[in-house]
């Protein structure tokens, strides 16, 4: 990622965004501990569908702190 | 003797028995050991130079006592409990009760941060990479208030012997579900404390996260085992199977945690995972190392079937990144490369971690031969337990090899292998402990035959358990206080230091030769520190020059200093008498003297 495009992209890098980013992902982690320990039935989709999102998630923290190191430090 | 007082005795024995009579023998000749011991007589071997045969008789004692109970039957863990116990005593409780005051200058640095906390209610920027991960400073600042000090001070003398002791419940769980037999497990919690010479158990950060660390693994191998219909089948023996064993590490199925089995109901296993996600949220803020240690830790789990949600593992990736991103942005800020400028630099990692420590006087060498040589024994017998234990899975070997891509990643400021030893050792002390009494039974089976004693039975097991035992402790109760000669400090030292800090003003600077001093414990932030050398590369001349242009108002040079230079800097005996003469004159005058330590004041306000 060239170094212009990261500095553009610093001003989204904010600590709130990533904590939001990281907060989303705890919740909805913990959402599927509760639901997988309690024997929760979810569908194959809906199943599918949390992980997606999950690991959308975790995807755009990690880049968002990586953007901040990159444009902070 | 009367007859009563015979049979009196005679009762005890038969309810105590003799091994539990040899640990009590050991805790008495520990105390004469201790009573009889002279702090100002410390040689360069450190603490184990001030005591007498009374503390080697005593830890033979013990660990005899120890090995005889341990091939009893049937095994008696009370008994179990209270030997290792005393053995904890002997290995970390001894220099707490030899030396005057707590030694290793790190904790006194850390009881002034937590001062600081304590005083401010929050971190003080700049100041310590540490001061970024503050939880364990902030939980000791609330444990001062609540016993009513203002300091740290107090809870730092007998603090490793109290956080080895705590280690020990989390050690037995760890044991009691890693599927080694009862009697390696009891073996591998002593074989742990007795190869432990890695002395990271002062106050700390690190002390307290290793701790949360054992918790989360004891609680892990206590909640979840491997399920062991996920054995794959279509290889019936041999290499193919565990080839395909080898294989199924990687499975989908496996990495989402399918192939666990829980024993715990729903409830339970919900209220632990909540528990272990506190934790290790608690161990996100407080040190830098241990939630990377224990992600590693936890898919060596989770791939060897020995946990069941990965949730828990992601969890603590996140909190480990989130807080070095949101929390700790103040040490990265402006030195990224402190943390990213050495990942992938393996040879160079391990090579800070082992050559640059290499030196030293020949006694220095000798504590550092050894240390390197009781963890290479303790690394090929646990080689030797993998090769003939046989297990339901391969945890064990799994958690001994995680903590390796540590320092792969990162040389930790050349502690990193330190520390990789630290994380592996309670698992490498079960399988070194398999070496001698291995598991027979399980899926996988052992890839050497068994070992027939025919009739001699248990004699010769029990004494390889003794011999191996007392030797470790041995070569610990050495190499564990090798650097006591210039880490641990007297009254006068202690004196020294705060007769400065009571004549000091905020912004004056203190230098020292080397930071091996009781220091930094009160008045951080207002009154600098300057260390002249951190290692032993420079020689006295230009430590003089730099002590002189840093212009600090204050040089304190003292015994453990003295002792650094000649063990660690190569200076001769006696060296720092003509360096204080060197710094006397136009520049320097002594503002107070004490037997062990000397206070220089700049003559003139530079």
């Given at each position: 990622m060239g170094s212009g495009v990261v500095?553009?992209?610093?001003?989204?890098?904010?600590?709130?965004?990533?904590?939001?980013?990281?907060?989303?992902?705890?919740?909805?982690?913990?959402?599927?501990?509760?639901?997988?320990?309690?024997?929760?039935?979810?569908?194959?989709?809906?199943?599918?569908?949390?992980?997606?999102?999950?690991?959308?998630?975790?995807?755009?923290f990690l880049a968002l702190v990586f953007i901040r190191f990159r444009t902070v430090a | 003797m009367t007859t009563l007082a015979r049979r009196a005795f005679a009762e005890?024995?038969?309810?105590?028995?003799?091994?539990?009579?040899?640990?009590?023998?050991?805790?008495?000749?520990?105390?004469?050991?201790?009573?009889?011991?002279?702090?100002?007589?410390?040689?360069?071997?450190?603490?184990?130079?001030?005591?007498?045969?009374?503390?080697?008789?005593?830890?033979?004692?013990?660990?005899s006592g120890f090995a005889a109970e341990l091939l009893r039957t049937p095994l008696r863990t009370s008994r179990l409990t209270l030997l290792v116990m005393i053995l904890v005593l002997y290995l970390f409780g001894t220099a707490s009760a030899v030396e005057p005051i707590a030694g290793v200058p790190t904790a006194w640095i850390h009881a002034g941060m937590v001062e600081y906390i304590f005083q401010h209610g929050q971190s003080l920027n700049n100041y310590a990479a540490?001061?970024?991960?503050?939880?364990?400073?902030?939980?000791?600042?609330?444990?001062?208030?609540?016993?009513?000090?203002?300091?740290?001070?107090?809870?730092?003398?007998?603090?490793?012997?109290?956080?080895?002791?705590?280690?020990?419940?989390?050690?037995?769980?760890?044991?009691?579900?890693?599927?080694?037999?009862?009697?390696a497990g009891w073996f591998g919690i002593a074989l742990c404390y007795a190869s432990n010479w890695i002395d990271q158990d002062y106050f700390s950060p690190q002390a307290l996260n290793f701790l949360f660390f054992l918790v989360v693994i004891a609680a892990i191998l206590a909640c979840w085992q491997p399920l062991r219909a996920a054995l794959p089948e279509r290889a019936a023996s041999g290499i193919r199977r565990r080839i395909a064993e080898a294989v199924a590490t990687f499975r989908p199925r496996r990495l989402a945690g399918y192939d666990t089995v829980s024993s715990w109901d729903s409830r339970t296993t919900l209220a632990v995972l909540g528990l272990l996600g506190l934790l290790v949220l608690a161990s996100a803020v407080s040190h830098q190392?241990?939630?990377?240690?224990?992600?590693?830790?936890?898919?060596?789990?989770?791939?060897?079937?020995?946990?069941?949600?990965?949730?828990?593992?992601?969890?603590?990736?996140?909190?480990?990144?989130?807080?070095l991103s949101l929390g700790a942005s103040n040490y990265w800020i402006g030195h990224l490369s402190l943390i990213f400028g050495s990942v992938g630099q393996v040879g160079a990692n391990y090579g800070s971690n082992v050559t640059a420590r290499v030196t030293g006087s020949s006694s220095h060498l000798l504590v550092v031969d050894v240390r390197i040589l009781l963890t290479a024994v303790i690394y090929l017998l646990a080689g030797v337990g993998f090769l003939r234990r046989a297990a339901n899975?391969?945890?064990?070997?799994?958690?001994?090899?995680?903590?390796?891509?540590?320092?792969?990643a990162q040389s930790y400021g050349g502690?990193?292998?330190?520390?990789?030893?630290?994380?592996?050792?309670?698992?490498?002390?079960?399988?070194?402990?398999?070496?001698?009494?291995?598991?027979?039974?399980?899926?996988?089976?052992?890839?050497l035959p068994r070992l027939r004693l025919g009739h001699y039975g248990r004699p010769p097991l029990r004494v390889a358990v003794a011999v191996l035992l007392f030797g470790c402790a041995i070569a610990t109760s050495i190499v564990r206080g090798g650097n006591d000669a210039y880490e641990s400090f007297s009254n006068a030292e202690l004196a020294a230091v705060n007769y400065t800090y009571d004549h000091s003003h905020p912004g004056q600077t203190i230098a020292l030769v080397a930071p091996f001093?009781?220091?930094?414990?009160?008045?951080?932030?207002?009154?600098?520190?300057?260390?002249?050398?951190?290692?032993?590369?420079?020689?006295?001349?230009?430590?003089?020059?730099?002590?002189?242009?840093?212009?600090?108002?204050?040089?304190?040079?003292?015994?453990?200093?003295?002792?650094?230079?000649?063990?660690?800097?190569?200076?001769?005996?006696?060296?720092?008498?003509?360096?204080?003469?060197?710094?006397?004159?136009?520049?320097?005058?002594?503002?107070?003297?004490?037997?062990?330590?000397?206070?220089?004041?700049?003559?003139?306000?530079?």
């Open positions: 500095a553009s992209l610093g001003s989204y890098a904010s600590p709130q965004a990533v904590f939001i980013s990281l907060a989303a992902s705890v919740l909805l982690l913990v959402l599927r501990a509760w639901s997988g320990t309690n024997g929760v039935v979810l569908s194959r989709l809906v199943g599918y569908l949390l992980v997606v999102v999950i690991a959308a998630l975790i995807a755009l | 005890i024995r038969t309810f105590v028995g003799l091994p539990v009579w040899l640990g009590v023998i050991g805790l008495g000749l520990w105390l004469v050991a201790v009573e009889q011991s002279n702090f100002e007589t410390m040689g360069a071997l450190g603490v184990i130079s001030v005591l007498n045969w009374t503390y080697f008789a005593g830890l033979a004692c013990v660990t540490e001061f970024s991960w503050p939880g364990a400073f902030s939980l000791a600042a609330v444990l001062v208030a609540f016993v009513g000090h203002t300091s740290a001070v107090i809870f730092l003398r007998w603090f490793p012997l109290v956080i080895e002791l705590l280690y020990l419940p989390p050690l037995i769980v760890i044991a009691r579900f890693s599927g080694v037999g009862r009697r190392l241990t939630p990377y240690a224990l992600v590693l830790a936890l898919a060596a789990c989770l791939m060897s079937r020995q946990l069941g949600r990965p949730e828990l593992l992601v969890l603590t990736a996140l909190f480990a990144v989130g807080w899975s391969r945890t064990l070997e799994m958690l001994v090899g995680a903590p390796f891509l540590l320092v792969a502690e990193g292998l330190l520390r990789v030893v630290l994380f592996g050792l309670p698992f490498a002390s079960l399988l070194a402990a398999s070496a001698i009494l291995p598991n027979r039974v399980g899926a996988s089976r052992p890839l001093m009781p220091v930094a414990q009160r008045d951080v932030g207002s009154v600098e520190l300057f260390y002249a050398a951190y290692d032993g590369g420079s020689t006295q001349a230009q430590i003089r020059s730099i002590l002189l242009d840093s212009h600090a108002q204050w040089i304190i040079l003292s015994q453990s200093q003295e002792a650094w230079g000649e063990l660690v800097a190569g200076f001769p005996k006696g060296w720092e008498v003509p360096f204080e003469s060197s710094l006397l004159g136009s520049k320097y005058h002594v503002a107070a003297v004490w037997p062990t330590a000397t206070v220089l004041e700049a003559t003139k306000a530079p």
